[in-house]
Structure formats: structure tokens, C-alpha cells
T-cell receptor, first 115, second 112 residues
Framework: GAGVSQTPSNKVTEKGKYVELRCDPISGHTALYWYRQSLGQGPEFLIYFQGTGAADDSGLPNDRFFAVRPEGSVSTLKIQRTERGDSAVYLC?????????????FGPGTRLTVL | GQNIDQPTEMTATEGAIVQINCTYQTSGFNGLFWYQQHAGEAPTFLSYNVLDGLEEKGRFSSFLSRSKGYSYLLLKELQMKDSASYLCAVTRKRSNDYKLSFGAGTTVTVRA
């Protein structure tokens, strides 16, 4: 079956621009997570959705970052006024349900480069 | 907060065994995951430990000691395709706290 998909795979933008990153989770997965991974580091949590609502957004670095999941499936991560420090791979993951032991399935990521 | 430590790099020979250690200091610890990540690809699930002891799954085994805040991933009969980054991640027991908190990863290089 289809795994988690993310678009675009690569995004190059200029400092100050707005970007949207899309995530299509595995069908039937109610929980969706966004992470950010810098080179040589492990993924860093950004936000977690249970259904349509953001259950935990404690990892969003500042108010330039926002994410939505209006119908409880596809999610969009939105970054305003991008900065060079936002350059990273943005990973999306989904799981069948929330709960500490549920395996999270990761998408291939979107590599964001801010010039 | 949490502090998750694992070695940065390890090198081993094809056919050998490598053990990747992970130590953590996590309040409200629930369980520990190991993920494999090939360069430029998504992390893929290897194992999950919530109870003390060894979980064996083919060539890969994972161990957890909750009292010591310690886990290891054991890779046996190494193959070239095992060259990858191995990520240790913990979860917490707090309600609504289901995120994975990752270590920086251990890059394993398998040489012929």
C-alpha cells in the first residue's frame, strides 16, 4: 500500500518568502507528526495532530511556523518570512493511533533550502 | 527535558557484529524506538522496547534497561546495505505527549 508522501521533494526559496509543505499520511492513520532534521542531527519534533486538531505544537520554533490538517488527512506546514536557518529536511510521519507505542511511519521529506 | 546520547560514528567489517549504545535521561519515560535511516531517505522502524530485556528480530536485536536509562541495538552478520544512520528515540508517558525525541544518530559504515 501507499506510504506517507510529501510534496515537493525539494524546495528552494529566497529569504523572506512564504512556503507551504504538504504531507499525505497513510490512509486511516489518525495521528500525524511534523519533524525537522538538520544535517547530522536526529529529527526534531515540531507539531502533532490527532484528527483535525493540533494536540501538541510545542516544537514550533516561533510564530512564523503554522500547520493545518483541516479534514483530518492531508496536512500543510506553512512557513512565513523564511530565514536561512529554516533550511532543513522537513519530515512528516503518521501512525494508526496516538499512544506511546505506536510506530510512526515517515515520509521521504521535503528538503527546504532558503537562500 | 531529555538528554539522549549515542556515539556519532561506528565502523565494522562485513559479517561482523556491531552494538550501538544509547543512554537517555527522560522524565516520565515510556518506551524507546530504534529507527534506521539511509542517506537521503526516510527513517524506517526497527524496534520498540517498553519492558526491560532483549527483543530479537532476525539479524537485529534491541535491549532496554529502564533502571539504567540504557538501550543498545545489536546488528549481527553485517551486510553492506546496513551502512546507515541508526536513530534512538524515546517517548514519554505524559498524556498527549506522543512525539518521538531523537538522539543525533549513529552513522554505521560497513566495510568489505
Amino acid at each position: 500500500g501507499a506510504g506517507v508522501s510529501q510534496t515537493p521533494s525539494n524546495k528552494v526559496t529566497e529569504k523572506g518568502k512564504y512556503v507551504e509543505l504538504r504531507c499525505d499520511p497513510i490512509s486511516g492513520h489518525t495521528a500525524l507528526y511534523w519533524y525537522r532534521q538538520s544535517l547530522g542531527q536526529g529529527p526534531e519534533f515540531l507539531i502533532y495532530f490527532q484528527g483535525t486538531g493540533a494536540a501538541d505544537d510545542s516544537g514550533l520554533p516561533n510564530d512564523r511556523f503554522f500547520a493545518v490538517r483541516p479534514e483530518g488527512s492531508v496536512s500543510t506546514l506553512k512557513i512565513q518570512r523564511t530565514e536561512r536557518g529554516d533550511s532543513a529536511v522537513y519530515l512528516c510521519a503518521s501512525s494508526f493511533a496516538s499512544g506511546g507505542g505506536n510506530e510512526q511511519f515517515f515520509g521521504p521529506g521535503t528538503r527546504l533550502t532558503v537562500l | 527535558g531529555q538528554n539522549i546520547d549515542q556515539p556519532t560514528e561506528m565502523t565494522a567489517t562485513e559479517g561482523a557484529i556491531v552494538q550501538i549504545n544509547c543512554t537517555y535521561q527522560t522524565s516520565g519515560f515510556n518506551g524507546l524506538f530504534w529507527y534506521q535511516q539511509h542517506a537521503g531517505e526516510a527513517p524506517t522502524f526497527l524496534s520498540y522496547n517498553v519492558l526491560d530485556g532483549l527483543e530479537e528480530k532476525g539479524r537485529f536485536s534491541s535491549f532496554l534497561s529502564r533502571s539504567k536509562g540504557y538501550s543498545y541495538l545489536l546488528l549481527k552478520e553485517l551486510q553492506m546495505k546496513d551502512s546507515a544512520s541508526y536513530l534512538c528515540a524515546v517517548t514519554r508517558k505524559r498524556s498527549n505527549d506522543y512525539k518521538l525525541s531523537f538522539g543525533a544518530g549513529t552513522t554505521v559504515t560497513v566495510r568489505a
